[in-house]
């Protein structure tokens, strides 16, 4: 059976990893991997996480299975997290998901058995991983207008003129935060504006979270969300901790789907962990147990506020070393957008010649596209790839 089966190429990512690692130039820099990276350039486990797994460890009595929906603690807290206090909690239904990536899929699947007819769109460009995963399970896609390489804006009026168009009852999938792969978001204004025609429209928003904290603060980062849960009938919203806890290969998520009433919402709820019980049953513990124990605990909590502070604020800063480094050798080349942007990611702006030059003559990583993580920038690196950068757009 498995004979007939023809090769698939490998990540693109994943490509660029190994090549990274096999090169031998001591000077060499990694901007494509979608991880957090420190000023060493390490993924360390985050100490709030060590603190709570040893408490896990001593005190975690069984490994029963949990059941479809995983840990209530766990559920509400994120819930929380993310839509606020003052959430319609009789409309809301949050299950844990194995990952950003798990919880997508299983929303895919749940709009294609509630409206198998629906389309959905999503940014162009965005996160090339939410293709495969929403039409993999079926899912017809539409892209809308995002991102103006040229100027490096976000091309608004032509998002909202797209969406202004596409059919009733067909979804929208919005990144909340720190979008991937341009780092441009929407401002609140124009969050509201979204908002307004959403509702107009009966366009159902589906919100992507996978980076609360990494932009401006866990309040901050939610505007979408809440603003929208407040007046939108329905929505979903697919969530990730695998950044904001460093929890990457422990698989943890969220799904939430806000129903219209509260008899919707119990019946989605019964969908929902039906359609858990045909795919993976139960979502894996370890990473949401861990999750629970530190946004349920005051001290631990704000421990983990530090811990996130800390990278955001690496991150903002490595943005404007980076901006300001080239500015001093180029008044030629504009690269503000550096700094507009939030998060792990933004394009740099170069075309492929050169960023397969940064690769060949410098030892510099980065995706095609010239999407660079902006984690893998630290304070001993930035002046020579600034110089890199500039030698290369000569
Ligand atoms: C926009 C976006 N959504 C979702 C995810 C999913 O993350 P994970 O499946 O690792 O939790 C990512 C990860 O890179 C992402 O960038």
């Known amino acids: 059976m498995f004979e007939s089966l023809q090769p698939v190429s490998a990540d693109a990512i994943l490509g660029l990893i190994a090549e990274y690692k096999d090169d031998p130039r001591t000077e060499k820099i990694d901007l494509g991997v979608g991880v957090y990276r420190t000023t060493e350039g390490d993924t360390p486990v985050l100490q709030v996480v060590k603190r709570a797994e040893q408490i896990l460890i001593d005190e975690q009595e069984s490994k029963v ?31 844990q998901a194995p990952g950003g990536s798990g919880s997508l899929r299983v929303a895919a ?6 409206s198998p007819t629906a389309s959905v769109w999503v940014s162009e460009p965005t996160w090339p991983n939410h293709t495969p995963l929403l039409a993999g399970a079926g899912l017809s896609l539409k892209s809308y207008p995002y991102y103006n390489a040229l100027n490096h804006e976000i091309k ?7 969406l202004k168009d596409a059919p009733a009852g067909d979804v929208v999938l919005l990144h909340a ?29 589906f919100i992507d979270i996978a980076y609360q904290g990494f932009a401006e603060g866990l309040n901050e980062d939610v505007f979408c969300i809440r603003h929208m849960s407040e007046r939108v009938p329905e929505m979903i919203v697919s969530s990730s ?8 290969r422990d698989r943890v998520g969220t799904l939430s789907i806000l129903a219209i009433n509260d008899k919707a919402r119990d019946v989605v709820d019964s969908q929902i962990n039906n359609l858990v019980r045909t795919i993976y049953s139960v979502p894996p513990d370890h990473g949401a147990a861990v999750v629970s124990l530190i946004l349920n605990d005051a001290e631990l909590r704000s421990a983990w506020v530090i811990e996130l502070t800390e990278m955001r ?22 690269f503000s957008h550096l700094v507009r942007a939030t998060g792990m990611f933004c394009f740099l702006g170069i075309p492929i010649e050169q960023v397969l030059r940064l690769k060949k003559d410098f030892g510099i990583y980065m995706v095609d596209s010239s999407r660079i993580n902006v984690a893998g920038i630290t304070p001993s690196n930035v002046n020579y790839l600034a110089d890199s950068i500039i030698a290369t757009l000569r």
């Open 313 to 334: 604020e690496r991150l903002k800063s490595m943005r404007v070393m980076l901006n300001d480094a080239l500015i001093l050798r180029s008044s030629k080349h504009d």
């Open 109 to 114: 699947s749940m709009i294609l058995r509630a």
């Open 177 to 205: 935060c720190c979008h991937n792969p341009t780092g441009l978001d929407l401002s609140n204004d124009e969050w509201r504006t979204l908002t307004d025609i959403m509702v107009d429209r009966n366009l159902i928003p």
């Open 241 to 248: 901790c695998s950044k904001n806890f460093g929890l990457y």
């Open 65 to 95: 299975y949990i059941g479809t929906a995983g840990s209530a603690d766990f559920n509400s807290a994120m819930q929380e997290l993310i839509f606020g206090e003052s959430c319609p909690v009789d409309r809301l239904v949050t299950i």
């Open 156 to 162: 608004f009026d032509d998002m909202i003129s797209t």
